[in-house]
Each structure stands twice: as structure tokens, then as C-alpha cells.
């Protein structure tokens, strides 16, 4: 009997050490990117990120305005003071979060490049559609980032760009940051790669997606950049094979166009959000409207100083103007509108058609200043603004028509800053006011983060900080 | 009745006794402790027979003997004592508890150890010392206790769980907590919740625990060794015991109220702080109206929590089997209005004598846990503490003419009343949101375990035990649509169920044997495999249709829905043999091998070898000691070395993780986590040299020991270059070495005992130091432990200094000339801000009032270490004196050696719109009236300038402080008394706990802070008065 016992005990202690030591993962896996699916939801991931407030979900739009003269930080919620009195240390959050999550959106896109194709199942277009988006979104983060954190392109680009970033990989690598002129270099060569794949990938069904890069977004895009470094050949070339193919949104339907939560007519790339997926109070509604955040409000002498026509719809009272009868706080009400219920919900409209025309007509100005004219009063006539002469197409009103037309996107600073202007002061009486900051001063480039510097020994600070 | 009937049986037997045998006869009697209270089964025994018998439930016996036998008396935890048979018939005994500490049997891990042949560091607490202590969870008792172990209580929210190290902290990244085994099974010790905290050891009730094991050696826990790098906590919980009944009833009442709370300003001082911010900085004024003086803290905690114990046990046995049944009830309310807890346990236990060589038994225990909590972030609008202590003073919580009955605005403020501006930070109506969102937790704790016990050989034995832990969590979070945290989204509730499994198996085999009588031996082997799966679901519903359904997730009741979940399996198994030999008790030998697989590593990295070695030598039981054992009776000295792992890593910490995100309506996937395959075991080496010291038969024990503790191969985020686009900017590496060092003593003394009165004291006080020796690239880490940016960044690890030191600017004082702050730079000049511009100028001690030398502070070079956060010793000391029927018994408690950063006090000085500490009114106004020389010029909307973002000294602190942290005083009715309602024992008592703290201190309370040692917006403890009643039948 006593055997038996122990023998019985023994084959339950047997039966009960075949417990396994290979855990099954539930919600998390190792990349296989087995077909063209797989690759679609894995570029779909750096669209997310780059999605996320911290990058152009709101802080990178945010910081091309708060610094310039529309819009400034009230300080209601604390956020954005700093950077809108362009007093910013590289310890800053901001200044951190922008860099890391541009950078992090950079990742799936440098696996999907190095990836071998031929491994990989599915239409041949969709997968040379995805690795062109790939190139496209490695190009655009990198640019943002040299608007942000490189020196201005002065002296043929000789001067302190950013770190180039082309593979994903964790090891002691420590890239230095290349000039301006080589980054220009890398955003081109990475531009004219994707516009190669997504030719190659005309039939893919994603072609014609508004909510990802497609061949017209990569020749937005181009104009973006071109515009930037000045070479307006290049813009013109890229600007002319999008003419036609969008409308100018018209002037009655210009707040519709906003508020809709479906890619218009006139967009050509917008980041998807949806109700379920969005930054919410963390979003770009949040922080331009209401009294939680409500931080970034616009100057009060606004539509005087952007020299808006009376009946010009940009400046009309839904687009900008005062949330209740008894506020003072001159508000964007127009862009990003979605507030309540479906609080951040807005697409993120990254590529307008009406910026490829501005970017034209900039590119033309010289050359062929009657197109530029054409192209000028294409937009002031949707907007119910006064018609150009051929006397008014001038830099200084492009400018200004940018201004008008950009605003509160994200563009303003940046505008300002390549063309070597100053940034004005437009009201000393508001808070976390920058002041006049002269042309080439120090504090038009954010300080790389001090987590770069700790890690990355390679790179160098920018000057002034 | 009963009793009548008992002294006529006596009375009879003695009668029948004396008249019907001379030579063999009835002795009779009874056996009671040194208390009188009488002994249930006691054995006795007719020495050189096979006669013997137990006494009954009034501790009599009756037993036939001749004169000339000798009667051996024995009991469990007693004195065995022995009387000859002489003419009389009855012998009364009374049965001393066994007086040698050194006899007491202790638990080493899969088995059990006399005290005398333990050669590693083990203290032992008595469930008896901390019971009748209003405690939401046991391990909040043990503080002080024990040498060693550092018990940390950072708050009083109840859920919120003590800290627990043991010698210190040994990991940077990976579980810093003890090992919990509940009578021989490992037990679930992480939280599993979302925004309500609940400590899993909560789920154990103090009442059902019969002693702690603190092993804290390498040696002792060695034999853990693949999850002993932080120390192992054994507890064992209460069983029958054979041939006796008994039945515990306790009861307990008590009242809590906050220990200690903020200092602020009332609305005179108020006004007069916020229009002087205003003035300074040429703004308008801020403040204005004195109609109300609200003090939001009293608001917000509770001046008289209730505090209710009810527990009831029945325990007993026959001759073959024993059994335990307990009942618990509890009910806690906290410092705040809203946290309170309710708890359920049950607890059965039994156990069965099949025959003399197998056994098996039993345990069921469940749980029942419900606690309802609020939003406590120290950077939270609606964190309770955050918001109370910043709220404005002159205005009211509650409005009568507003259609909620709150002070709220139509558009989500809190109505500002006479004041030209709104609150700063736009801090919500705090009482708004307690009344109206909640924070609700509901746990079910079922733990069975069973066993089997077979007896093979002389010497030799079976055990196969099993463990089930499993563990379920519903949470419900709702915020009110109108106001505060939830009007953003319109309404947001949201829902957890957290499902936890643990399965352990054990296989024992254990040889125990003497030969010759002087060689001692024991072989134990073991084979343990455990699995813990880990998962929750949740569903998030924003725009809530009506309030109405607030308390559930109901279909379609929300315009917004998002679900999300997880699970996480992880899985060890361990194969461990373990050798002890003694020589005639005086030299010790111990060997321990295991070997264990982690199924958190690779594949290739998943087996390790623990080893543990130990010996030991009674000095004084050797031949040569002789007489001197009269007075020092006993001395032992001990060494030991072992190798530790810690398993608390992470379910997945070395592969490659990639972690789904929408965008827009579609599914991405995006990077979670950079892989790692070369990760190997985060591992520490123990070595400990311990000296046991007693005196007049150890009346009086000393122990010293030292210890140094190294850990290797710490797995360490190394941070990465945030351009390589790595998630978290981290990769996780085996790269850091760390060690904590230090010294550690006890003496357990009896005063004085002449049967009337008894003074038992214990002391013990540890000295400890914690080095960080290696980092990666020997590179600074700024650990990211707080969502809190201001927090994140101050706190560094460095090389050759102790983890978690703070680091900042060193402050100088204020500028007696301008009132600005004054900082050391670097290389110790002075520099000053000018609060216009917010740039430093070179200040100049002789000439103050010059600004014209521009200088700078930099948080890259002008910083430095502000001190450690770890205490350098702590220690505590506790009493029970017993006089007659009363006991008292305290417990002081200290720690010091430590700096904390007390954000709490800088964010209570703000610059902005709020309301503040009284510090305040010692700032700088004008150079005849320059206040206490700390507090700057005030400034409106400066805290960059004023108290500077970044850590100075001036909010660096010494964490010094001594506690008195109990003191009950108890009496123990008459006997005779109680006899005759046939109760065996009847105690009342009244204790008070957090009773008072000596401290510099200029925060709450010094142990109100992080694990890295910062004060940030804390919740006071209670101090507790409660009256208790113990009855025993």
C-alpha cells in the first residue's frame, strides 16, 4: 500500500514538470513582415507616431507659430510659455519630446527600407508604394527636424544641420550631425527615392490615399522644401505636376472644409485621426481654444497686423474671433475645430494645395511673374480678398499672402526665418512675450536635448546654449 | 455545573483511590501555565511505561501510577518537567514556556531549523507582537522590528503599499521587494491595478499569522536563491492543535485622525502674499474679498476615521487531526473623505494523521478586498492633496445659489468670487470632484494550498505540496461630465478586471539523522516549478449619455468607446539540494545548490547555478567553556556567502517587443521595446559574518552581524541617443554593479521578572550604505521614475555615490540688497537672477546691490550631489512590560542619515495664483525688512526666477526623525473570575498608533515620501486610538 501511495505521488510530481519555460506573447510580437499587409500597418505605425501631439499632432505646429507674431503662450495651463518667449533650455520637455518622437517616427520607416523586398508577399506596387512612403516620411521628419533644430541655410549650408538618421539600430552608434547642405542633400536624394517607388507603385490601392504619402504628397512635399532652400527650379518643376490636379477650397466653404472630417478636395495628405484615435486634450483644439489649456491665443491686433481685407472668409468670425460674447481672447476658431464630443478628432492637414500654390508663385516670382500673378489671385479670389496687380507681386505680399493663408499651421516662423526677417514684436503687453528677435540671432534654432548631448558625443550644441 | 460536577468526580476518585489500592493508584491534578491558565493536552507520561494520558479542556488529568514513578509533564513550547510519585495523590503543575530562545524552532525555507544550528541571519517577529494593531495590511507592522529591514509607510491612503527592503536597495531597474512564502508557498506580492492601489498583502489578516521568518543572509536564503536578491520573508500562518479546542474572538474600535498636516495661509495673510506677487512684478492685483476663509484641507480629510476589527477563529484537534477556521472582518477609513476599505477573510486549514508515517492537509483562504480611493498625483489638477493645499482660502467649496450646490462656473472653473483672476493652474472645485467621481476597487484573493506527507525511512521524508494563488480585480474609475477631470470628455468612466494566476508545485525530499549522537546531518532536495499568468481587460466609455449611468459600463451609453488589455505569462523552474552537518552542535556546515530557469531570459541565458555556503560555532558549547556558560551562555559566531538572483525583471525584458497602434481606423504596428538577447540574470552576492552574544541563560542576546551585498549584472535602461529613433530612448543592458555594505545589531533582554513584574525589551539599529560602482560608460542616469517633469531630473545615479542621490544647485540665501535668490555656481562663485530677465549676474557679497557682471547657472556644469536618499541607519525599540493583569507595550522608531527633496514645499511657494505655505511670510520685502533670509522676493508668475525649476538646496532636507508608533496598554482579567462564565481568557486594551514624531523636519512627515526620496504632495497618516477587547473560550 505504501509503495503505491509513493509511486502515485510520483507520477503526479512527473505529470506536473512539464510546465513550459517559452512564454506565449499576447499582445506583443517580433516584426514579420511577411506580406504587403503587414508592411502596411507597419509603415501605418510611423504615421502614428509622427500623429502624436508631441510631433505634428501639436507641438511641431505649435512651435512654428508661438514664435513668430500671430499667436501667443497665455500661460493659462503652463504649456508652450517658454517656447513662446523663445526662452528654451535643452532640458525642456518640448524641446525634448519634438526631437525624440520626430526621430522615433523615423524608425519603421528606416526597417521597411532596409528590409529585402523579395521576402516579402503581395502586389509588387503596394510594396513599392509602402517602401516610396517610407522614404517620403524619412525625408519630411528630417526636414522638420533641420527647420527646428538645424542653423538657418545661410553660407551654402555650411553651417551645423542635424543627425541624418538611416538605419534602426540600438548600438553604440553615434552618428554627428551633418551640415545644412549635406542634410539638403539627404532630404533630396530620400524625396526623388520615394517619388522612384511610388511611380513604381502607381496601381497600389494606396495611390490615391489621402491619409498617407502618395506621389502628389512626396511632390508637395518637394515644393515644401525647395521653398525652404530657395531652389525654385526645383519647386517649379514639382509645383506645375500638381496644377489641375486640386481645387483652391472656395471661399464658402472654407470653414466646412475644416470642420469635415473627411480629406477635402484641396488636401493632399492629412494624418488621420478619428474618435477613437486622436490626441484629444492633448490635441490642437485643446491647446488653441477653451480655458483647461486654451494657452496659445492669438495677438488681439491679429487680422490688423496680417492686413486682412474686410471681407477676406480668413479673418471672418468663425475662423478667427472670440469663443463667447464675453471673452477677450482672440482666438483660431476656424482650424482644428473639433472640440467637445469629439475632442482632437480633426485629420491633420499637413499638405494643402493652396501651400503648393504659394510655393509656385514664390518659385515664379522672378521667371515668370505673370504666373505668379495668376497664381496670387487664384487664391484671393476664393477668399473674397482683394485681386493683385501685376505692381503688387512682390516677395513682401507673397509673404504676407502666406501668412494669411498658413496661419495658425505652422508655417509662420519658418516663413520669416528663410527669409532672413526678423521676428517682430507685435504686442509688449502679453505674457511670455519673445520680443523683437533680430535676424540670425541665436534663439532661431532650438537647443539640441540635453538627453542628445548626454548620449550622443558626437553631436555638438547649437550656439547660445 | 460542569465545574461542580468535576470537583465531585475528584473528590470521588481521591475517595475511591484512598480506600480501594494501596500500591497502585489514581494521581490526579491539573497543568496550567505560569498564568493559571490551564493547558489543554499536555501530555503525561509514567516514565519507563507505556501509560500515559492528556489532560482535558480544564487542563485536569487523572492518571494510575505507583509511588516511586516519575510523571514527565510536556507541552508545546513548554518545559518538559517531571514529578516522583510520593504519598500525595495530586500533583498541580505548572509548565514554564521554554526560556532559551535558542531552542525555538525557526523556518529556513522547505523546512524548519532549531535556532541553535542556524548559521545564517534570520530574525524572527511573533504574530502575537503585532496583532490588535489597526493595520491595513501586516507589513506595516514589522517596522522596527527587525535589524535590517526597512519598512517604509510613504502615506496615509489606505491600498497604498508600505516599502519593504531588506539591507537595502539592490536594484536600479528591476523589483526591489522581499520574497513573500506563506507557509512554504510563494505569494503574490505586486499590485495588480490600474488607479486605485491595493497591496496584495492586505489579502493576509494579521490574526491568522502565527510568526515572521526574515531571512537576510545569502545563507538563510540561499536556498530561495534564484529570487532571494532582496530578501525573503517567510510567514507562517496559525494551526490546531492536537486534542484541544479553543476559540478566539477580538474585537476592535478605533478613531483616526490626520497626524500631521500642511501649514497654510488663511485668507488675511493670503491676500496680503498675492497682491505683493502682483506688485513686485508691476501686474494688477490678484486677490481681493475676505468673505470667506476656507480651509480646504480640513475639507478634504477626515478628522475622525473609523477604524472596525472583528475576528473570530476556532482551532483544535483530535489525536489524528487538527483544524483551523477564521473568520475576519475590517473595516478602514482613511485620511481622506474618500478612501475607505472593507475586507472579508476566511481562512480553513486542516490536517490529517492517516497513520504514523503519512499525512496530508489543506489550506483554503479568501479574500475579499474592496477600497474606494480618489485622484492623489502631485501634479494633478484634481490630486487631491495637490488641489486642497493650493486652492484658494477666500473663496467657498460650496455655493447655495449655484444649481449644483458647488462653487462652479458654467464653464468648468471654480467661481473666483471677489478676485480679479482665476486660480492658477485652474485647479478645479476639489470638493466637486470628490463627491462626484470615484476611484473603486473590489479584489478576490483565493489562495488554496495542499499537501501530502509521507515518512519513507527513519530519517527520511516525502513532502509534495501544491499552490494555487489566484487573484481577481474589478476597478471602476467615473469622472463627472460637469466639472474637473472628467468635463473635457463629457464624462469618462472607465473599467478594469485584472485576472492573476500563480501555480506552484513543490517536491521535498528530506534525510534527517544522527549517528553516534554528535553527527548531525540533513539532506533536503527539492524540485519546484511556478507559472504566474498575468491579464486585464478594460473598457473606457467618454460621453456619457446621462449620469444616471455612472456606476457600470452600459451598452450605448457612451458616445465614445475604446477597450484595451493585455497578458503576460511567466514561468521558473528550480531544482535545489541543500546539505547541513553539525558536529555534536558546536560546528555548523551548510551547502546549498540551485539551479533555475527563468523563462524571462533566452533561451540561452535562461539556466543559472546559485550556490550557498555557511558555517558556524557554538564557542560555547565546546568543552573548554565550562563555567563561564554560568554567564555567557551562549556565543556563536556565523559566516556565510551565497549567490542570489532577483526574478522580478519584467515578463519579457530581453525580446524585441512591437506593440499595435491605431492611425486613424486602422491598425499600425509601432516599436515597444528594443530587444536584447544577450540579457542574463541580474545576480547578488551575500556575504554575511554574524556573532550571537547570550548572557545568564540568554536573559540578555546580542547579535551583530555584517553584511555586504554586491549585485552584478544589473539590468540597466542605458539610454540611448533619442536620433536613433529607439522607443523609450532605452535599451535594456546586464551593465550596472551596486553594493550595500553595512552593520547590524539586536539585543533582546528580559529586564526584570519576579512573577509579578515582567519587562521584556528589545532593541536593534542598522547602519547601512549603498554604492553604485559601476554604470554604463560610467555615464550619470536620470532615472525617470514620476510622470512629474519637475520631479524627473533631480534625482541622479551616479558612480561611487548611492543610488538615487539628489542633485541640484546649491543655494546661498537671498540677496539682502534685491531680495533674489543667490546659488553657488561650479566652482563656488556666487551669482545671482535679476528677476526682470531672468539672467544671472556675479553677486558680490560686499557690494550686493551690483548687477552690472553678467554670469550664468548652468544645470550642465553649476550642479551637484545634494545628498543621499537612502537613510544611513534606522533602528527602532520596543517594550512589554506586564505588572499584575496589565501590559503595556511601546514601540519607538528612527531613521536618519537621509536627505529629501521636499517639492511639496516648493510648489506650496508659488509664484502663481494659489494659495501657499505659511513659510511665505518670511520672504524678502526690502532691504530693512529682508524676512528669514531663505525666501526670495516674491514675483508674480516667477517660480523659474523665485524658487528656480530646477533643485536647489533650499528644498533639500534631513530626514532625521524619531516615531513613537504604538503604545497599547491592556488588562488581563482574573481567572477565577472568568471561570465561572467558563472563558479561559479575557483582555481589554486601548492602543494608540502614530502617536507622535520628533523631527526637523519641515514637510508632513518625513517618511512621506517616494522610494527615491522625494515629498510630493503626500496624504498624512493617521493617528489611531482604538479599544480593542480579546476573549479566548
Given amino acids: 500500500m505504501r509503495k503505491y501511495i509513493i509511486i502515485g505521488l510520483a507520477l503526479v510530481m512527473g505529470s506536473l514538470t512539464s510546465c513550459s519555460l517559452d ?23 510611423a504615421y502614428n507616431t509622427m500623429a502624436r501631439s508631441e510631433y505634428m499632432g501639436r507641438n511641431y505646429i505649435i512651435a512654428g507659430e508661438i514664435r513668430a507674431d500671430n499667436v501667443y503662450s497665455n500661460g493659462n495651463s503652463g504649456r508652450f510659455t517658454l517656447m513662446s518667449a523663445m526662452n528654451l533650455q535643452s532640458t525642456d520637455g518640448d524641446v525634448t519630446d519634438i526631437f525624440r518622437y520626430a526621430y522615433a517616427t523615423i524608425s519603421n520607416p528606416n526597417v521597411v527600407i532596409a528590409t529585402d523586398l523579395s521576402t516579402v508577399e503581395g502586389s509588387e506596387a503596394n510594396k513599392a508604394h509602402i517602401l516610396g512612403e517610407a522614404y517620403a516620411i524619412r525625408a519630411m521628419a528630417h526636414f522638420d527636424l533641420l527647420r527646428l533644430y538645424g542653423q538657418q541655410y545661410i553660407d551654402n549650408g555650411s553651417n551645423l544641420g542635424i ?58 512635399l518637394k515644393t515644401r522644401v525647395g521653398t525652404y532652400f530657395k531652389e525654385y527650379d526645383i519647386v ?101 475645430p473639433s472640440g467637445g464630443d469629439r475632442l482632437g478628432s480633426d485629420n491633420i492637414k499637413l499638405f494643402r494645395y493652396e501651400e503648393v500654390v504659394l510655393n509656385y508663385a514664390e518659385a515664379v516670382l522672378e521667371t515668370n511673374p505673370n504666373k505668379a500673378l495668376e497664381l496670387l489671385n487664384d487664391l484671393a479670389e476664393n477668399r473674397n480678398a482683394s485681386e493683385y496687380d501685376a505692381s503688387d507681386v512682390t516677395l513682401e505680399n507673397i509673404i504676407k499672402e502666406r501668412r494669411k493663408e498658413l496661419m495658425f499651421e505652422g508655417f509662420r516662423f519658418h516663413d520669416l526665418a528663410r527669409h532672413g526677417l526678423d521676428i517682430p514684436e507685435v504686442d509688449p503687453n502679453t505674457s511670455n512675450n519673445h520680443g523683437l528677435v533680430p535676424a540670425g540671432d541665436n534663439r532661431f534654432a532650438f537647443p539640441i536635448p540635453r538627453r542628445e548631448i548626454n548620449t550622443n558625443k558626437s553631436v555638438e550644441q547649437n550656439p547660445g546654449y | 455545573m460542569k465545574q461542580k460536577y468535576t470537583y465531585l468526580s475528584v473528590l470521588f476518585m481521591i475517595l475511591f483511590v484512598q480506600i480501594s489500592f494501596a500500591q497502585k493508584k489514581s494521581v490526579t491534578g491539573k497543568v496550567t501555565d505560569p498564568d493559571g491558565v490551564p493547558l489543554l493536552g499536555a501530555t503525561i507520561l509514567v516514565v519507563g511505561t507505556t501509560s500515559g494520558t492528556t489532560t482535558d479542556f480544564d487542563g485536569n488529568y487523572s492518571i494510575s501510577a505507583e509511588e516511586g514513578n516519575v510523571l514527565e509533564f510536556s507541552y508545546v513550547g513548554f518545559e518538559t518537567i517531571t514529578r516522583t510519585v510520593g504519598s500525595s495523590s495530586t500533583y498541580d503543575v505548572t509548565l514554564q514556556p521554554e526560556a532559551n530562545i535558542m531552542d525555538e524552532v525557526v523556518l529556513v525555507g522547505y523546512g524548519v531549523q532549531r535556532k541553535s544550528e542556524v548559521t545564517g541571519a534570520i530574525s ?125 474572538y477580538s474585537s476592535l474600535t478605533g478613531v483616526g485622525s490626520p497626524m500631521n498636516k500642511y501649514k497654510l495661509l488663511g485668507t488675511k495673510d493670503f491676500i496680503t502674499i498675492s497682491n505683493e506677487k502682483t506688485a513686485n512684478a508691476g501686474v494688477s492685483d490678484w486677490a481681493a474679498g475676505t468673505d470667506f476663509d476656507t480651509d480646504w484641507q480640513d475639507l478634504v480629510l477626515r478628522s475622525s476615521a473609523l477604524q472596525i476589527d472583528q475576528n473570530v477563529s476556532v482551532s483544535g484537534g483530535t489525536d489524528m487531526a487538527t483544524y483551523y477556521l477564521s473568520i475576519g472582518y475590517g473595516e478602514q477609513e482613511g485620511t481622506s473623505i474618500a478612501n475607505e476599505m472593507e475586507k472579508y477573510n476566511i481562512r480553513a486549514r486542516v490536517e490529517q494523521d492517516f497513520n504514523d508515517w503519512l499525512s496530508a492537509g489543506a489550506t483554503i483562504a479568501v479574500t475579499r478586498n474592496s477600497i474606494s480611493a480618489m485622484n492623489k498625483g502631485n501634479n494633478s489638477l484634481s490630486g487631491h492633496m495637490f488641489n486642497a493645499t493650493k486652492q484658494l482660502p477666500n473663496i467657498p467649496a460650496y455655493d447655495p445659489d449655484n444649481e449644483t450646490g458647488y462653487n462652479i462656473t458654467e464653464t468648468g472653473q471654480i467661481g473666483r468670487w471677489d478676485n480679479y483672476s482665476n486660480v492658477g493652474a485652474q485647479l478645479p472645485n476639489i470638493m466637486y470632484a470628490l463627491d462626484h467621481n470615484y476611484y473603486k476597487s473590489k479584489s478576490m484573493r483565493n489562495i ?30 467615473y469622472w463627472n461630465p460637469v466639472h474637473g477631470d472628467g468635463s473635457g470628455y463629457n464624462g469618462y468612466l472607465r473599467q478594469y478586471n485584472f485576472d492573476n494566476q500563480l501555480w506552484n508545485v513543490q517536491n521535498i525530499l528530506s534525510y534527517n539523522k544522527s549517528f553516534n549522537d554528535v553527527h548531525n546531518l540533513g539532506l533536503t532536495a ?18 456619457i449619455a446621462s449620469e444616471y449611468f455612472n456606476n457600470q459600463i452600459i451598452t450605448d451609453a457612451f458616445g465614445e468607446q475604446e477597450i484595451s488589455g493585455y497578458k503576460e505569462e511567466q514561468g521558473i523552474k528550480s531544482f535545489i539540494g541543500r546539505a547541513t552537518y553539525n558536529y555534536d552542535e558546536r560546528y555548523f556546515l551548510q551547502a546549498s545548490i540551485r539551479r533555475d530557469g527563468l523563462s524571462n531570459l533566452h533561451p540561452d541565458n535562461r539556466w543559472e547555478n546559485f550556490i550557498g555556503l555557511s558555517a558556524g560555532w557554538t564557542i560555547s558549547n565546546e568543552e573548554f567553556w565550562g563555567d563561564i556558560s554560568e554567564t555567557i551562555s551562549d556565543l556563536k559566531l556565523r559566516g556565510s556567502y551565497a549567490e542570489t538572483g532577483n526574478t522580478n525583471i519584467g515578463a519579457y525584458p530581453y525580446l524585441g517587443v512591437y506593440g499595435l497602434n491605431k492611425y486613424g481606423d486602422d491598425t499600425g504596428y509601432g516599436y515597444a521595446q528594443f530587444g536584447n538577447n544577450a540579457l542574463v540574470w541580474e545576480s547578488t552576492n551575500k556575504l554575511n559574518i554574524g556573532l550571537d552574544f547570550g548572557l545568564w541563560n540568554n536573559k540578555v542576546f546580542f547579535s551583530a552581524e555584517y553584511f555586504k551585498n554586491e549585485t552584478k549584472d544589473m539590468i540597466i535602461n542605458k539610454s540611448t541617443a533619442p536620433s536613433l529613433g529607439i522607443p523609450g530612448n532605452i535599451i535594456k543592458i546586464n551593465a550596472g554593479d551596486m553594493s550595500n555594505s553595512g552593520f547590524e545589531f539586536s539585543v533582546d533582554a528580559t529586564v526584570v521578572d519576579n512573577g509579578e513584574f515582567r519587562w521584556n525589551t528589545g532593541a536593534n539599529i542598522s547602519f547601512s550604505k549603498n554604492k553604485v560602482s559601476n554604470l554604463p560608460d560610467g555615464a550619470d542616469i536620470f532615472p525617470e521614475y514620476s510622470s512629474n517633469a519637475s520631479i524627473n531630473g533631480n534625482i541622479i545615479i551616479r558612480e561611487g555615490e548611492p543610488i538615487n542621490s539628489l542633485y541640484g544647485y546649491e543655494y546661498w540665501g537671498v540677496n539682502p540688497a534685491n531680495g533674489a535668490p543667490v546659488y553657488y555656481k561650479g566652482d563656488g562663485s556666487l551669482v545671482q537672477i535679476d528677476y526682470n530677465t531672468g539672467s544671472y549676474y556675479v553677486f558680490d557679497e560686499s557690494n550686493p546691490g551690483d548687477m552690472s557682471q553678467a554670469s550664468s547657472l548652468s544645470s550642465s556644469e553649476d550642479r551637484k550631489l545634494l545628498g543621499q536618499t537612502t537613510p544611513k541607519y534606522f533602528g527602532g525599540w520596543n517594550n512589554t512590560l506586564t505588572y499584575k493583569n496589565f501590559d ?43 524676512g528669514d533670509g531663505v525666501t526670495p522676493m516674491l514675483w508674480a508668475a516667477g517660480n523659474g526666477v523665485v524658487n528656480n525649476n530646477v533643485l536647489t538646496s533650499r528644498f533639500v532636507e534631513k530626514g532625521d526623525f524619531i516615531s513613537l508608533d504604538n503604545i497599547t496598554l491592556g488588562y488581563n482579567f482574573d481567572r477565577e473570575l472568568l471561570e465561572r462564565a467558563s472563558i479561559d481568557a479575557l483582555r481589554i486594551y486601548v492602543a494608540a498608533q502614530n502617536v507622535f514624531m520628533i523631527t526637523d523636519y519641515k514637510g508632513v512627515d518625513p517618511e512621506m515620501i517616494t522610494s527615491y526620496g522625494v515629498d510630493a504632495f503626500g496624504t498624512p497618516k493617521s493617528r489611531i486610538v482604538s479599544l480593542g477587547v480579546n476573549l479566548k473560550l
Fill in chain 2, 888 to 930: 503595556l507595550s511601546f514601540l519607538f522608531r528612527f531613521s536618519g542619515g537621509n536627505k529629501i527633496f521636499n517639492y511639496t514645499r516648493r510648489e506650496l511657494l508659488t509664484q502663481e495664483f494659489n494659495n501657499n505655505s505659511t513659510e511665505i511670510l518670511g520672504r524678502w520685502q526690502s532691504p530693512s525688512n529682508p
Fill in chain 1, 23 to 45: 512564454p506565449t506573447l499576447a499582445d506583443s510580437h517580433e516584426i514579420d513582415m511577411e506580406d504587403d499587409v503587414s508592411m502596411r500597418q507597419f509603415i501605418d505605425g
Fill in chain 1, 163 to 220: 543627425t541624418y538618421a538611416k538605419e534602426y539600430k540600438a548600438e553604440d552608434l553615434q552618428i554627428p550631425r551633418s551640415s545644412v547642405e549635406d542634410n539638403k542633400i539627404d532630404i533630396y536624394a530620400d524625396i526623388e527615392k520615394a517619388i522612384d517607388y511610388m511611380l513604381q507603385g502607381e496601381s497600389s490601392e494606396w495611390a490615391n490615399n489621402k491619409t498617407n504619402f502618395t506621389l502628389d504628397a512626396v511632390l508637395a
Fill in chain 2, 448 to 477: 488554496i494550498n495542499a499537501f501530502a506527507n509521507a515518512n519513507i525511512l527513519d530519517g527520511l521524508s516525502y513532502r509534495f505540496q501544491i499552490g494555487m494563488d489566484y487573484g481577481t480585480n474589478g476597478e471602476r474609475m
Fill in chain 1, 236 to 336: 517649379e518643376d514639382a509645383a506645375s505636376q500638381l496644377e489641375g490636379k486640386y481645387e483652391i477650397t472656395p471661399a464658402n466653404k472654407l470653414v466646412e472644409y475644416w470642420s469635415d472630417s473627411n480629406p477635402g478636395a484641396a488636401s493632399i495628405f492629412e494624418l488621420a485621426q478619428s474618435t477613437t484615435d486622436n490626441a484629444g486634450i492633448n490635441g490642437l483644439a485643446y491647446i488653441y481654444r477653451g480655458d483647461s489649456y486654451g494657452d496659445v491665443q492669438a495677438f488681439n491686433n491679429l487680422i490688423e497686423d496680417a492686413e486682412f481685407d474686410s471681407d477676406d472668409v480668413r479673418a471672418s468670425e468663425d475662423m478667427i474671433g472670440y469663443e463667447s460674447e464675453d471673452s477677450n481672447k482672440l482666438r483660431n476658431l476656424g482650424k482644428y
Fill in chain 2, 124 to 248: 524572527q517577529v511573533k504574530g502575537d507582537d503585532v496583532k490588535n494593531l489597526v493595520t491595513p495590511s501586516f507589513e506595516s507592522q514589522l517596522a522596527g522590528r527587525s535589524s535590517g529591514v526597512q519598512i517604509t509607510t510613504p502615506g496615509g491612503v489606505i491600498g497604498e503599499a508600505p516599502r519593504v527592503n531588506i539591507r537595502g536597495i539592490a536594484s536600479i531597474n528591476s523589483g526591489t521587494g522581499p520574497l513573500y512564502v506563506v507557509d512554504g508557498v510563494p505569494y503574490a506580492s505586486t499590485s495588480q491595478g490600474a488607479n486605485v492601489d491595493i497591496n496584495p498583502l492586505a489579502d493576509l489578516n494579521p490574526n491568522d499569522i502565527e510568526s515572521f521568518e526574515v531571512l537576510k543572509d545569502g545563507a538563510a536564503s540561499a536556498i530561495y536563491g534564484s529570487r532571494a536578491a532582496n530578501g525573503v520573508i517567510l510567514i507562517t500562518t496559525r494551526k490546531g492543535r492536537k486534542n484541544s479546542f479553543e476559540v478566539n
Fill in chain 2, 526 to 543: 527539492v524540485a519546484e516549478f511556478q507559472q504566474q499568468k498575468d491579464a486585464y481587460f478594460s473598457a473606457l466609455g467618454k460621453d
